[in-house]
């Protein structure tokens, strides 16, 4: 059980909910007339004397694998303030209390499993198993301290050891042939004789794949049920398990699927036109040999598309069927009948739809690079056609290449179909130089992608500034300080190399204060090194920028670098 207790105080410590002064608990053996006389009588005159009905999920007894069947009781049903006293046990169809349960134990699944649901919580009488005198079904009724009664919150078949003697009147079942008729008994172990013994009044479910038919075993355990298959089943089974709680039993009979032969039409064959990304309709029929040799439709089977899009559709009573795969592309849509295990119709000759035009394609035109500045400031210009009518607007992508045929988007924009645009974007930092710049308009659900034919150069070459240092650390007032670095410019050859004899500006913002104060300038070395020393004066920040580019050039500026002053 994929399961835990519900922990107090104390660690690993259950949560035991026992009803103070209600109705003493019968002993682990809950015989008829365990209950008390009283509440015997008042339950036989009037089941729901000084009783407010409440609402609630229900009760049942589960037998565990240990053989043991316990009341359980879903949360719900002492929730709102209705907290928990106690479940009556009594024979289904009478007021005759055979058991109380009142002990319970609080548990929580949060994990599911075959038998549950994911994030069920539930009370379990753990202390207090039922041994029942008689078997059969009974039903439960749910009481809260408050006074509220949950009549007939479940009702479980308590039988021990049942067993199921089944037969079916049809061992293989096909489109013609998808009903039979199942008879059996069904016994259990007497829990006061030890004799196995007749199920009496047990209700049954017969399930044929996905049919299902319920009914109830007679005096002497006998049942007689007629069950039919859907006839689109991926497997077939025959079972007979009882209804009532949580005793899991199940009875078995032989069933296999009679394949027939399947027939496939198209009638979707002219060369078809779709829009980009929506589904276009590949329409036909889907026939079957039946059983007696004629021709019949295929209700209720799989149909599949492959090629160019996938597709999988159900056809309807009369065999047709309406594919919609999603195409993108012109080129062949083949349809078929997969010929998956479980099938009931299989066979049948591929069947090839064509799609010969996609529409609302689009195609990036007239894109150029129109304006550069220093500053790393790029306006581009184009127009993306779009083939088809739409009020929607185009989006586009600016993007820059790192290495060849590594892209990365820039900026975003939304522009006009059909339109020539202008948008403006900035250089990206120098860790990322970019070897040129494309426009790319990546569509949407129902609109085509499609990437520009031209690759842009940047006409400015990128520079930066690297190797910052600033010392000493501290320093004393009225001593000299020096703030250096180096100047590199981008070339597509050989990468950053030393820019030499360009003028650099130096900058200081005090502690505490916004706006930097130029200091003084330098030129950059052979080896594009920049150097400078001050007067130290206050403690705060330097930085070096390259402002003064000329038209083959960018800006930029190094990183800050803190010097305190002490004394």
Request: aromatic share 8%; charged share 20%; proline share 5%.
């Amino acid at each position: 059980m994929n399961s835990f207790k519900r922990a107090m105080t104390a660690v690993g410590t259950a949560v035991v909910i026992a009803a103070v002064g209600a109705l003493a608990a019968p002993a682990a053996h809950a015989a008829p007339g365990s209950a008390p006389a009283a509440r015997q009588a008042a339950l036989t005159s009037d089941p729901e004397t000084k009783s407010v009905p409440v609402a609630g999920k229900g009760a049942t007894i589960r037998q565990h694998a240990n053989g043991r069947f316990l009341v359980e009781v879903d949360h719900e049903d002492s929730s709102a303030n209705q907290t928990l006293a106690r479940v009556e046990v009594r024979r289904a169809g009478t007021d005759k209390v055979v058991a109380v349960v009142d002990r319970f134990t609080s548990y929580y699944d949060n994990r599911g499993t075959s038998e549950r649901w994911d994030d069920r919580s539930w009370y379990q009488g753990d202390d207090q198993p039922l041994v029942l005198d008689e078997m059969g079904d009974y039903e439960l009724d749910v009481y809260t301290r408050s006074g509220g009664i949950h009549r007939s919150a479940g009702r479980s078949t308590y039988a021990e050891a049942a067993r199921f003697e089944v037969k079916s009147s049809r061992q293989e079942f096909s489109l013609d042939a998808l009903d039979t008729q199942v008879t059996g008994t069904v016994t259990a172990v007497h829990p006061r004789t030890g004799e196995r013994l007749p199920l009496t009044g047990a209700r049954l479910r017969a399930g044929l794949g996905e049919g299902r038919t319920d009914g109830v075993s007679d005096a002497q355990g006998r049942f007689s049920l007629s069950v039919a298959a859907l006839g689109n089943e991926t497997a077939l089974y025959l079972t007979v398990r009882l209804v009532s709680g949580h005793t899991e039993v199940t009875g078995t009979a032989p069933a296999k699927i009679r394949v027939q032969k399947a027939i496939l039409t198209l009638t979707s064959t002219a060369p078809l036109t779709a829009r980009y990304g929506t589904g276009v309709p590949v329409l036909g029929k889907l026939s079957r040999l039946a059983d007696d040799g004629t021709v019949k439709p295929a209700a209720g089977q799989r149909v599949a598309a492959g090629g160019i899009a996938r597709a999988e559709a159900t056809t309807g009573p009369d065999g047709t069927y309406t594919l919609l795969p999603r195409v993108v592309t012109t080129g062949s849509v083949h349809v078929y009948v997969p010929s998956n295990i479980g099938n009931w119709v299989v066979g049948g000759d591929t069947r090839t739809a064509t799609v010969a035009k996609i529409t609302h394609t689009t195609k990036v035109v007239e894109e150029k690079l129109i304006a550069t500045d220093k500053y790393g400031g790029l306006t581009f210009s184009g127009k993306v056609l779009v083939d088809g009518i739409t009020s929607q607007q185009a989006p586009i992508q600016i993007q820059f290449q790192i290495a060849p045929g590594k892209w990365v988007t820039r900026q975003s924009f939304t522009v006009p179909y059909n339109k020539t645009f202008t948008v403006k974007v900035t250089t990206p930092s120098s860790k990322y130089p970019s070897d040129g710049w494309r426009v790319y308009t990546p569509g949407t659900s129902n609109i085509g992608p499609s990437t520009g034919a031209k690759v842009l150069r940047q006409t400015r070459a990128q520079t930066q500034i690297t190797g910052e240092r600033f010392g000493p650390r501290p320093v004393v007032k009225g001593q000299q300080l020096y703030v250096a670095a180096v100047l590199d410019q981008y070339t597509p050859t050989e990468g950053f190399v030393p820019y030499a004899g360009q003028k650099v500006r130096y900058y200081f913002r005090p502690d505490g204060a916004t706006v930097w104060k130029e200091m003084g300038t330098s030129v950059s070395g052979a080896n594009g090194a920049v150097s400078k020393k001050f007067t130290a004066q206050a403690s705060g920040y330097w930085r070096i920028r390259f402002v003064d580019a000329d038209a083959a050039h960018l800006v930029s500026t190094g990183l800050e670098g803190r010097i305190a002053v002490t004394g």
